[in-house]
C-alpha cells in the first residue's frame, strides 16, 4: 500500500508559477507509475500528466508546454511544477499512484489562480 500527500497548493495569480510536490511512503516508490490529477468546482476530476517508471512524461493537451512533472526516487517524491498559470487551472490536484490494478491518491492540494 502507498500513502501520498500533496503539498504546494495555494493562491496564484494569472501567469504566476507553483509547484506542487507529493510525498510517498509504505511501498517501494520507483515501481510506481505517478500522475496528477485535478477536480475543479463542478466538474469531473481530470487527468493531468504522467510520469512512468522510466521516467517518459505525457501531459494532457490542456497543460502541456506549461506543465512538468518530474520524480525523485531517492526521495520518494514526484513534483508538478506548472507555469504560465490561468484561471482554469484553478482546481484541487490529487497525486496518484498505479501499477497494474492497483491506484491510490492523495488527499488533494487547492489551486486557486486569480487576480
Known amino acids: 500500500q502507498v500513502q501520498l500527500v500533496e503539498s504546494g497548493g495555494s493562491l496564484v495569480q494569472p501567469g504566476g508559477s507553483l509547484r506542487l510536490s507529493c510525498a510517498a511512503s509504505?511501498?517501494?516508490?520507483?515501481?510506481?507509475?505517478m500522475g496528477w490529477y485535478r477536480q475543479a468546482p463542478g466538474k469531473q476530476r481530470e487527468w493531468v500528466a504522467q510520469?512512468?517508471?522510466?521516467?517518459?512524461?505525457n501531459y494532457a493537451d490542456s497543460v502541456k508546454g506549461r506543465f512538468t512533472i518530474s520524480r525523485d526516487n531517492a526521495k520518494n517524491t514526484v513534483d508538478l511544477q506548472m507555469n504560465s498559470l490561468k484561471h482554469d487551472d484553478t482546481a484541487v490536484y490529487y497525486c496518484?499512484?498505479?501499477?497494474?490494478?492497483?491506484?491510490?491518491w492523495g488527499q488533494g492540494t487547492q489551486v486557486t489562480v486569480s487576480s
Open positions: 496518484n499512484a498505479g501499477r497494474g490494478l492497483y491506484s491510490y
Open positions: 510520469i512512468t517508471t522510466g521516467g517518459s512524461t
Open positions: 509504505g511501498s517501494i516508490f520507483s515501481i510506481y507509475a
